[in-house]
């Protein structure tokens, strides 16, 4: 039930995620969700790509410094009170969250602490997607 | 001091003591406004003050020279005997002395005297790792007193004057320099030491500060300060100000005078001298009087080190003439100024400086503390996350010194959070703070962002406005 994500360290210069962007296009590699922190001088800009190794691979000989690390992604009720329903069992898990954002229309991804136990606590009440199905999407 | 008499007028008691240290004073006017605290000594006839240079001179040659292994060992291999030394010239052939040869005898090493008999020790920030240390015997801190006492005399101040002190007190010299020479003085001292801008500023009001002393930088800062507060120059009662450690332009000091509404003065000094006090400005504001009754000066070239004629530019370099504790043999203090000789105005007979123009090493004056590039490179090399690629950019905010430190994100640094990336910038702001006591931001910069260079890494941007060098 995890899924990969990939991590890049930016200088807040414009141009700097296009750039970022364009590399992964030319190379077919789809950018399926991604995120940016706000910060006066850096960021960090968190991607979820079809082919995070290749997309990693291909950032490093760019130049840029880049992290893997493991995220939860959840299918959202499209519905009134959909993204309620997910963040109140995410509440109820006591699970603390590091960082939130959406990917495609229907589903968020989200980081927390303790991965393993958020998903055994969330595995029957939302519709938890895998690396497979979420690539998928 | 019972015996000190004070009274402005009474005059030079006729130029026949030359005892720099004498208990006996007598203040008197100069021509400029200013007071002289040792009218005979400070106001020598050039030949006399040649010869008291050269007696004492001998006086430090013997005592570097029965105490100190490292002199005796610099002055056998030279083949000079401390007896032989008996006119100008001959200095040239003495050995000079570094910053590095007082590390590499830290930290006692470099002392005349045995530790038991220095009563005090003040220490600066040496190139790398240790600091350098400087030791004073009793007499030693009674004669920095006096030119401490000289130093503001010639501004003005007199006994009765408050002095709000607001250098740094601890082991920088400049607290505790100023502190003691304006109580030999007979001023009332308020030593209030840096920061705390409004309580400076209160204190200065309630107590009814006449003088203050502390770095220009912190001046401007109290001057703006007041400003803001809709304090008007004449709401402070202060008439002079003494103010060095750090470079500063004539164009800061008309501003730090209206801002104030006082004489602004400037004063140099380094540690190893002994500290502020080596050289000082009248109210005449022309180049800095050097005290060569206490220390004999020269202009060299920083490359061939050969001595230069008066007037140009080069190295200041210092022997010490009466220290007991630490006499020190043509000390390079890498400051680079030139030196007149033409009478001044005031009265003084002594040779005056210019303003420090420049550096010939690669050190930084910020906020009156020195710093080497390498001892920010020691920090950040003792953490392993850290690539070895990294950029001192300093520049200047307002009228304040800042140390930027860049630093490429690796692998290495590199985690998932934005908290994790600020820890680490907290985590080296204050393994950089807890060496060299500066606050620095440290600022994460992608990889190659940092330009490499063919050469010699350039490790320093100094984007401060070039003026604060020159005039």
Known sequence: MKVTQLTVFLENRSGRLAEVAGLLGREGINIRGFSTTEAAEYGIVRLIVTDPVRARDLLHAAGFTTHFSQ????????????????????????????????ISFQNICFAVRDIDRAIELLKDKVALLTDEEVRAL | MSSRRSSPGEGDAGGARLTGTAREQHLAPDAAGGLLWQPADETLPTARLGALQMERLRETLRNAYEH????????????IKPEDVD?????????????VDLRDHYPFGMFARPREEIVRVHASSGTTGNPTTVGYTRDDVDM????????????????GDLLQNAYGYGLFTGGLGLHFGAERLGCTVVPISGGNTERQLKIMRDFGATALSCTPSYAMYLAEAARDRGLRPEDL??????????????????????????????????SEMGGPGVAFECLCKGGMH??????????????????????????????????????????????????????????????????????SDDMLIIRGVNVFPSQIEEVLMSIPEIEPHYQIVVDRKGYLDVIEVWVEVGEGIFAETMGDLERFQRKVQAQIY??????????????KAIQRSEGKAVRVIDRRPASILGR
């Open chain 1, 71 to 102: 995220v939860i992604c959840v299918r959202v009720p499209d519905e009134p009170g959909g993204l309620a329903k997910v963040l109140g069992e995410l509440a109820a898990t006591g699970a603390s969250i590091d960082y939130l954002y959406s």
């Open chain 2, 68 to 79: 100190i292994p490292f002199y005796r060992k610099k002055l056998d291999e030279l083949g």
């Open chain 2, 87 to 99: 006119c100008h010239g001959d200095v040239a052939d003495l050995p000079f002395t570094t910053k």
């Open chain 2, 144 to 159: 920095w007193g006096d030119l401490i006492a000289r130093t503001l005399a010639a501004g003005g101040v007199k006994p």
């Open chain 2, 237 to 270: 009662p202060i008439r002079v100000g003494f103010h060095g450690a750090e470079p500063w332009t004539n164009e800061l000091r008309l501003q730090v005078e209206a801002g104030l509404g006082i004489d602004a003065l400037d004063i140099y000094g380094l």
């Open chain 2, 290 to 359: 050097v005290n060569e009754d206490h220390y004999l000066v020269e202009i060299v070239d920083p490359e061939t080190l050969q001595p230069l004629p008066e007037g140009e530019v080069g190295e200041l370099v210092f022997t010490t003439l009466t220290r007991q504790a630490q006499p020190l043999i043509r000390y390079r203090t890498r400051d680079l100024c030139s030196l007149t000789s033409d009478p001044c105005p005031c009265g003084r007979t002594s040779a005056r400086m210019s303003k420090p123009i420049g550096r």
């Open chain 2, 434 to 447: 807890n060496v060299l006591n500066i606050q620095v931001a440290v600022k994460l910069k992608e990889p």
